[in-house]
């Protein structure tokens, strides 16, 4: 890659960087100037899981983005906002602790195992939690395989985070429904290739069969 090239590539990874780090930013700055309503925990806690799910829900869509489109340049970003999603979904849970329950060990821990909400999203940013530690590539090249198994993880979180918030839903299902349809979508793509791909290889496997046999 020419000079150019790579400074253009620099540039755009600290574009995407810090437009990320923008809604925590944000939320930091209302905070202090105190513009976060009445009940600014709940605002707090809200938004943080808010970007948590929106970061998931990037990273699972610039696969089929890059391939719909062709912007190949995308994939390289796919880390980046995996690592957003788990580092949004630490500083909810944080902020939970921190302003709902005040650090009260006994009721964190009792929210945290008994309530259907908090249970799965518990176990959402636990699975997160190896997602990130393995992410870097010196990882990737150490798990090989395994790599790609485990990071097939992020599909059972996706489904625990929006179980998260269906099992919060009061009276107002637009947001779920939003998610939910989105996933959808973006599984029912990957689904969709997965087909394609063996259909293709098993047809590419019966041309080498016919060939051979009209060698023979
Ligand atoms: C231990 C883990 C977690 C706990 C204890 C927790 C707790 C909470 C609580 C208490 C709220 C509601 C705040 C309120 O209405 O007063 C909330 C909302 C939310 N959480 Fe979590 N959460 C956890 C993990 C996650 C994860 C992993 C994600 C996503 C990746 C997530 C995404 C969200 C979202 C999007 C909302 C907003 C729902 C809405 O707008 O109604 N949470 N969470």
């Keep these: 890659m020419d000079l150019k090239g790579k400074w253009l590539q620099r540039s755009r990874w600290w574009l995407i960087f810090t437009v990320s780090a923008l809604p ?11 513009q976060l309503g009445a009940d600014p925990a709940k605002e707090i806690v809200l938004e943080l899981g808010t970007w948590a799910i ?16 062709g912007w190949n340049w ?19 849970l944080l902020a ?31 699975l997160l939690l190896p997602l990130a530690v393995t992410s870097t590539k010196a990882m990737q090249r150490r798990l090989k395989k395994r790599w790609s ?44 290739q997965s087909r394609l791909k063996s259909a293709s290889s098993v047809k590419r496997s019966a041309g080498g069969i016919k060939l051979k046999t009209q060698t023979n």
């Design 74 to 92: 995308l994939a390289k970003y796919r880390r980046m906002m995996g690592l957003y999603s788990f580092v949004y979904a630490a500083l909810h």
């Design 96 to 126: 939970f602790a921190t302003f709902m329950v005040g650090w009260n060990w006994k009721i964190l821990i009792i929210e945290i195992t008994e309530r259907p909400y908090a249970i799965v999203g518990f176990i959402a940013l636990l």
């Design 24 to 34: 925590v930013s944000l939320l930091v700055y209302s905070a202090v100037n105190q």
């Design 149 to 192: 198994t485990l990071h097939k993880l992020v599909y059972p979180i996706a489904l625990l985070s929006l179980l998260h918030i269906i099992w919060q839903i009061r009276s107002d299902f637009s947001e779920a429904l939003t998610y939910g349809l989105l996933l959808c979508f973006l599984l029912g793509y990957r689904f969709y």
């Design 54 to 69: 929106n970061f998931l829900w990037i990273t699972l869509a610039i696969t089929p983005v890059r391939k719909m489109f």
